[in-house]
C-alpha cells in the first residue's frame, strides 16, 4: 500500500517506544516529552514498563499535549514466557488509561500468567496498534513470531538497543513472517530510557489529516506510514518491471523480497531512483529501504503484489 504518499495530510513525526520514571527510564514524562517536543517530534508515546512493580503504569501524557505536539497514550507490555524462557515484552500504542492489568509482577515469567500472544490480542481489541518488541535483542524465535496473531508490526529497529547491545534488529523476522504469507508492517523506535544515548535515532513518519492520537492511530493501523533514522521517503510507484522511489538525498536504494532476493541501486544525492524487479518474480511482497552518505537509513513497509 503506497497510496498514502499522495493522499491529503501530511507526515507527522513520532517515537513510539519510550520511557520515564514511571518505570525504568530516569527522566520524568514531563521532561521526556519536552525533549521529544523540542527535538521536532509532532507527537509520542510513553510506554512504561507494564509491571506490578511499578503499578502498571499508563502515563498520562494529556496534559503534555498542546501546540502541535500530541501524544498517544501506550505501555510496554508482559506476560507470559517465550522459549527461551525470558519474559515477552510487546509495545502496545493506543491502550485506554483503564486496560486491565495481566498478572506480571516483575521482568520475569511468573505461573499462571496470561501468555504474550494472549495479552497482544487483548490489547489489539482494546484498541491498541500492537508491535512485537526488539525481537534481536528478545532472542525471539520464529514460533514466537508467529504465535502473536494479533500484531500489527515488527521494531525493525530499536535505538536503544543498538545502542546498549548493538541487537537492533527484526528485519530477520521480519522478512521470514512477510514469506510466510503474514501482513505485518514494521516501526523504527528508539525505546529510550535516557540512561544511555539512546534516544532520537528511530522515528516513524506517520501521513494523517491531523496530528491527533486518533487520526494518527488509525493511519499506524492501515500501515499509512515509513520508518526513519533520518532520510525521508516522499513517494513510492510499483509498476510490473520496475519500481520508481522518490526520496531526500540517498546513496543507496535496496528493494529487498522473498527468500534472497534483493537488488540494490547505488549512486550520489540520488532522489528519484529507479530498480527493477527482475529478481522478484517469485516474490509476493517487496520492502524497500533507503541509506544516506551519513548511513542512515529509512524502511518502507512491505508493497504487496500480484504475481
Ligand atoms: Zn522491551
Ligand atoms: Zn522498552
Known amino acids: ?26 527522566l520524568e514524562p514531563a521532561e521526556v516529552c519536552r525533549r521529544y517536543r523540542a527535538e521536532g517530534y509532532d507527537f509520542m508515546a510513553l ?3 507494564y509491571l506490578g512493580m511499578y503499578g502498571y503504569p499508563i502515563a498520562d501524557t494529556v ?14 507490555l508482559h506476560s ?12 502496545a500504542v493506543g491502550l485506554p488509561a483503564d486496560f486491565t492489568a495481566p498478572n506480571a ?11 504474550g500472544p494472549e495479552l497482544a490480542a487483548r490489547a489489539v481489541a482494546a484498541g491498541a496498534f500492537v508491535a512485537i518488541a526488539h525481537p534481536q535483542w528478545s532472542g525471539l524465535t520464529m514460533n514466537d513470531a508467529r504465535s502473536i496473531e494479533a500484531a500489527h508490526a515488527v521494531e525493525i529497529y530499536n535505538h536503544g538497543c543498538a545502542m546498549g547491545c548493538d541487537r537492533p534488529d527484526g ?6 513472517l512477510l514469506s510466510e504469507g503474514k501482513r505485518l508492517n514494521l516501526i ?15 522515528w516513524v513518519m506517520v501521513k494523517a489529516e491531523e496530528n491527533t492520537p486518533e487520526a494518527l492511530l488509525a493511519s499506524l493501523k492501515s500501515g499509512s506510514y515509513y520508518s526513519s533514522q533520518g532520510p525521508e521517503l516522499r513517494g513510492i510507484e510499483v509498476g510490473k518491471t520496475t519500481v520508481r522511489v522518490r526520496t531526500s538525498a540517498v546513496s543507496s536504494v535496496i528493494v529487498q523480497g522473498r527468500a534472497s532476493a534483493a537488488t540494490a541501486v547505488h549512486g550520489h544525492s540520488m532522489t528519484e531512483t529507479e530498480v527493477r524487479l527482475d529478481r522478484f518474480a517469485a516474490s509476493p511482497w517487496i520492502r524497500i529501504s533507503v541509506i544516506d552518505r551519513a548511513g542512515k537509513r529509512a524502511w518502507s513497509n512491505a508493497i504487496w503484489r500480484e504475481i
Open 63 to 76: 496534559p503534555m499535549r498542546g501546540n502541535g505536539f500530541t501524544t498517544i497514550l501506550g505501555a510496554e
Open 1 to 26: 500500500m503506497t497510496d498514502f504518499f499522495d493522499a491529503p495530510g501530511r507526515f507527522w513525526r513520532g517515537n513510539l517506544h519510550t520511557h520515564s520514571t514511571l518505570s525504568d527510564g530516569i
Open 47 to 49: 510506554t512504561d514498563h
Open 80 to 91: 507470559g514466557a517465550m522459549e527461551n524462557g525470558d519474559l515477552w515484552h510487546i509495545l
Open 105 to 115: 509482577p516483575h521482568f520475569r515469567p511468573v505461573a499462571d500468567q496470561e501468555t
Open 188 to 202: 523504527a523506535t528508539d525505546d529510550a530510557h535516557f540512561s544511555e544515548p539512546d534516544h532520537f535515532g528511530g
Open 171 to 176: 528485519a530477520h523476522t521480519l522478512d521470514l
